[in-house]
């Protein structure tokens, strides 16, 4: 599976962006799909995921109540929507995808730079 992201850019904070994440193929139910970000000199950490199964949908704790993922299956398409957009929130944003075989099979896209600036 190949995914392509797209979406990033810099936005001034408070303000929005909508990433999306493209998959080459269609993702049966087996995948959980999300996004991760990696700020200069830190760790990648998640954000956000979604299960294609059943849409559960798990947030890390810095972005809840202002990021929401979504899928759209016809589209083989998962989306974050960042709202209230703080300079912490810096990074760049990679969209992945695991199918939950034994062991898991993790798909990474390339990333998109998201800058919020004060």
């Known amino acids: 599976v190949q995914l392509q992201a797209s979406g990033g850019g810099p936005v001034q904070a408070g303000g929005s962006l909508r990433l999306s994440c493209a998959a080459s193929?269609?993702?049966?139910?087996?995948?959980?799909m999300g996004w991760f970000r990696q700020a200069p000199g830190k760790e990648r950490e998640f954000v956000a995921a979604?299960?294609?199964?059943?849409?559960?949908?798990d947030y890390a704790n810095s972005v809840k109540g202002r990021f929401t993922i979504s899928r759209d299956t016809a589209k083989n398409t998962v989306y974050l929507q960042m709202n209230s957009l703080k300079p912490e929130d810096t990074a760049v944003y990679y969209c992945?995808?695991?199918?939950?075989?034994?062991?898991?099979?993790?798909?990474w896209g390339q990333g998109t730079q998201v800058t919020v600036s004060s």
């Open positions: 979604i299960s294609l199964s059943d849409g559960t949908m």
């Open positions: 193929q269609r993702t049966s139910r087996r995948f959980v």
């Open positions: 992945n995808a695991d199918f939950l075989a034994i062991p898991i099979k993790r798909f």
